[in-house]
């Protein structure tokens, strides 16, 4: 069984709407949780990294969230744009791991006008 | 740019034959990462070398090979291949064991025919 578990598997949204995106994890010791984005045939790209101490972290329209009691990080696009459209992919380390990430699946984000 | 050096971007060959992707890691980076990606698959890790030497191995068939150089970049052989070995194939690196960041390169689409 995976130990990162994204929902939904895909969504469809239409420009200028928002959308939060869920990851819950059972990977322990937990060290950090990161959300990248993947254009289609493309290498995936940073958007957020956040320790055990964080609850929030911004960059531009989107906006992770964490909460390590309940093992349970989101992602919310705000006013979202066609660009947008991409699989965004939860990660978590451990703090034991060697750089053994453990990847979600990811959700496949398609926005439409 | 993300300063992760893929080559080449595209490869197509035939079954049986064998291919040498190379990374050229982001410069201060010392661990490299070897990752593949099927068509509409998460990202699976493959292997991990951290200044030469292997750190980390996930689900890395026999067939497979990899190493790091003194110059740092790496080289992940490919051999006997199948059908099934069709995939994008990207490499990341990061300063130490990751913690504050993975890289990702814009990878190699590898088409066995």
């Known amino acids: 069984k995976n130990q990162v578990e994204q929902s939904p598997q895909s969504l469809i949204i239409l420009e200028g709407k928002n959308c939060t995106l869920q990851?819950?994890?059972?990977?322990?010791?937990?060290?950090?949780l990161r959300w990248y984005k993947q254009d289609t045939g493309r290498g995936p790209v940073s958007l957020t990294i956040?320790?055990?101490?964080?609850n929030t972290k911004s960059n531009g329209r989107y906006t992770a969230t964490l909460d390590a009691d309940t093992k349970q990080s989101s992602l919310h696009i705000t006013a979202s744009q066609l660009s947008d459209s991409a699989s965004y992919i939860c990660v978590v380390s451990t703090t034991d791991s060697w750089g053994k990430l453990q990847f979600g699946a990811g959700t496949q984000v398609v926005v439409t006008p | 740019d993300s300063g992760v050096t893929q080559t080449p971007k595209h490869l197509i060959t035939a079954t049986g034959q064998r291919v040498t992707l190379r990374c050229s890691p982001r410069s201060g980076d010392l661990s490299v990462y070897w990752y593949q990606q099927s068509l509409d698959q998460g990202l699976q890790f493959l292997i991990q070398y951290y200044n030469g030497e292997e750190r980390a191995k996930g689900n890395i068939l026999e067939r497979f090979s990899a190493q790091q150089f003194p110059d740092l970049h790496s080289e992940l052989n490919l051999s006997s291949l199948e059908l099934g070995d069709s995939a994008l194939y990207f490499c990341a690196s990061s300063v130490g064991r990751g913690g504050g960041g993975y890289t990702f390169g814009s990878g190699t689409r590898l088409t066995v025919v």
């Open positions: 956040m320790t055990f101490s964080e």
């Open positions: 990851c819950n994890y059972t990977v322990s010791p937990f060290s950090n």
